[in-house]
């Protein structure tokens, strides 16, 4: 039986939700409209307007209100319709969730959830298609994972409410139509995955840029990392990788300057320098507003052909 | 705004004298321990920011004992007296302030972030309005775990003018959570005048507009307050629904210790003194009898003896080792 990512992220919402009386759920459309992308869309009815909650346009209110449920014993499960919204919420996040434990000298732990969608690739435009991943991952005291795959859509959720502290998990409409069997369910959030082996080249990424790196993968025999955590780092699948083929590409859809790819080549030069026989690359998003025509936006992202073009350049 | 304010608090206290008697030795112990902090920010024992809500003592006096013990507090960075009072030991506040490990925030907050988890004391937050959406939060919590518990928020005026504040009020409405709003309404955020920053000054109405109950009293009038605080819990324990409470208070003091105060008239800051919390509510318990010279002394002494003892706990208190520096980012 296969199903769809979005069917898995739908999945491991109903299970948390059937699973703990203390997990609920609150966001703008989250409950009557089914979820804007229609993740949600059942659990309403099924778990009722205490546990799936529609909340006002107020992105900084209900987040903080999140923070708040989680110090008062709850799990809330706090959906910010896209990333480009959260940014209405990042005070709550970075002044509140993050810092609360090691400010009060650990007293408090904030066992919050926030889920968000990131990404291009739909011809959204701008104001919808950012990548703000490495701005969550710049920050001490939370979480940060990106579920590439069903089997991370279906349980990266469960995991992340099982931890004490708060997780911002991103979600990825690009692959809300991807289709894949459903694993297990439990997964962790602590380590990184080589999804496929290879020889050549290590390619280095996350979230909507995986299928993409598989896809270039086939052509540059590349083995392709997916970070899956994006804080705290995972950097021993990427070195160990890098061991063998002693080549990287990191490939990132935020934009080049301070990307979450420049921290990863930084590392790799601090604890994997020897091992290689090229200078690292990347492939970002271009630094510009994801434009709306089509041709544009692709310009603008990170495709398969770049990414075997710079492997490529590795070798010349 | 004008130097005119309105005449001291006066008549007769409807309290037992035993109330009344703790009511002002609670005033004292905050109003003791901030003239100290001030004396030891002059000698660098205490740095950083370092706001003194003293002026303001009425209002967490009158406040604070109208909650119960199992309620939540949501404070400001102007908390110290809250903290105090709350039942936090004046040890482990004037601790924290040295930035040493015995402090209730372990040395991580200092002044502005004082907590005690144990006594649901939830900061001692510092991003002016920051502190509303986590009460909704708190109150929510409570709300659906059918808990009795309420959650006390307080804030200044300042806050009225961020988002945080209008959405907070509209949600926690909405949802009807247990929450009540207490605004400190000292006329100034940091340097800026209220009628200088706000175009509705009228401040209940902003609660009013989101459907809100609201009340108002008299800030440096510990009666008036307290009464306020019982009839604002009363109604939220009995309507399941949200309150805003709006205290008009004066700081007599700078913003924090970088303040010149170039921003109010001396003369204003003069008239309000005649207000001021802990002298108009002694001369009322004199004039009916309730407290004698003998007592104030021996209320001023205690405080002053409490002061000692956490200046002292603080002295020798120590430091936390810099290998913990990144102990509890994350939960073990």
């Known amino acids: 039986m296969t199903i769809t ?77 896209t990333v480009n919204f959260s940014l209405l919420s990042l005070d709550q996040v970075v002044n509140n969730a993050a810092l609360l434990r090691h400010m009060s000298g650990g007293q408090v732990s904030v066992p919050l959830v926030i889920r968000t969608c990131s990404g291009a690739g739909r011809q959204l435009a701008a104001q919808h298609s950012h990548s703000f991943e490495a ?57 990184a995955k080589v999804r496929r082996p290879g020889k050549k080249v290590t390619v280095v990424t996350y979230g909507a840029c995986l299928p993409k790196a598989l896809q270039a993968a086939e052509e540059i025999d590349a083995e392709v990392v997916d970070l899956r955590v994006l804080r705290p780092l995972d950097m021993a699948p990427v070195l160990e990788s890098i061991r063998k083929t002693r080549r990287a590409v990191v490939v990132d859809e935020t934009w080049r300057s301070g990307s979450l790819a420049a921290e990863i080549m930084a590392r790799i030069m601090e604890q994997g320098f020897y091992d290689l026989d090229a200078p690292v690359a990347r492939v970002c998003a271009e630094e510009v507003p994801i434009p709306y025509a089509r041709h544009l936006e692709e310009a603008a992202l990170p495709q398969p052909e770049k990414i075997v073009a710079a492997a490529k350049a590795l070798f010349s | 705004m004008s130097v005119q304010v309105a005449p001291p608090p006066s008549g007769p206290v409807p309290y037992p004298k035993e109330l009344s008697l703790a009511l002002l030795a609670d005033m004292l112990r905050i109003r003791r321990l901030e003239e100290k902090c001030a004396a030891l920010y002059g000698e660098g024992k205490i740095r950083g920011f370092l706001h003194l809500y003293i002026g303001e003592e009425a209002v967490a006096t009158g406040c604070l004992r109208a909650l119960a013990p199992e309620d939540n507090i949501v404070a400001t960075y102007r908390e110290h007296g809250h903290a105090l009072l709350r039942g936090v030991p004046m040890g482990a506040i004037m601790a924290e302030m040295y930035g040493k490990r015995e402090g209730c925030s372990h040395g991580r907050g200092g ?21 509303l959406p986590l009460a909704v939060g708190l109150g929510l919590a409570g709300k659906l775990k059918r808990e009795s518990r309420l959650t006390a928020c307080f804030f200044g005026e300042g806050a009225v003018a ?41 401040l209940g109405v902003k609660a009013a507009a989101y459907g809100m109950a609201t009340l108002q009293a008299d800030g440096m009038d510990v009666v008036a307050v307290h009464e306020a605080a019982k009839r604002a819990c009363a109604y939220v324990r009995a309507q ?93």
């Open chain 1, 5 to 81: 990512y979005r069917e898995a992220l739908r999945l491991g919402l109903r299970e948390a939700l059937a699973r703990d009386e203390r997990v609920f759920l609150m966001g703008e459309d989250v409950g009557k409209y089914g979820g804007t992308y229609a993740v949600s869309k059942g659990l309403l009815e099924e778990f009722g307007p205490e546990r799936v909650r529609d909340t006002p346009l107020s992105e900084l209110g209900f987040v903080g209100a999140g923070v708040g449920a989680a110090l008062g014993g709850l799990r809330p499960i706090v959906e910010v319709m």
């Open chain 1, 135 to 191: 701005w969550y991952a710049h920050v001490p005291g939370i979480k940060v994972v990106a579920a590439a795959t069903i089997d991370d859509a279906h349980g990266m959720l469960g995991a992340a409410l099982a931890d004490p502290d708060p997780v911002v998990v991103f979600e990825y409409p690009a692959l809300f139509e991807m289709k894949g069997e459903p694993g297990a369910g439990a997964v962790d959030i602590a380590t």
């Open chain 2, 111 to 131: 002044s502005m972030h004082l907590f005690d988890a144990s006594r649901r004391f939830y900061g001692g937050n510092a991003i002016v309005g920051g502190g």
């Open chain 2, 162 to 202: 961020e988002g945080a504040f209008h959405e907070s009020m509209n949600l926690a409405q909405l949802w009807r959570t247990p929450v009540v709003f207490f605004c400190e309404n000292n006329f100034y955020a940091m340097g800026t005048a209220l009628e200088r920053s706000e175009s509705q000054t009228d």
């Open chain 2, 240 to 332: 399941h629904a949200p309150i805003f409470v709006e205290l008009r208070t004066y700081r007599f003091r700078a913003h924090s210790m970088f303040d010149p105060e170039l921003y109010r008239d001396k003369r204003e800051v003069e008239a309000w003194k005649t207000r001021g919390p802990l002298h108009t509510f002694s001369a009322r318990l004199k004039a009916q009898g309730h407290l004698t010279e003998a007592e104030f002394l021996e209320l001023d002494a205690r405080a002053q003896r409490e002061v000692d003892e956490a200046v002292a706990f603080a002295e020798a208190g120590t430091w936390e080792p810099v290998e913990d520096l990144a102990k509890d980012l994350y939960t073990p």
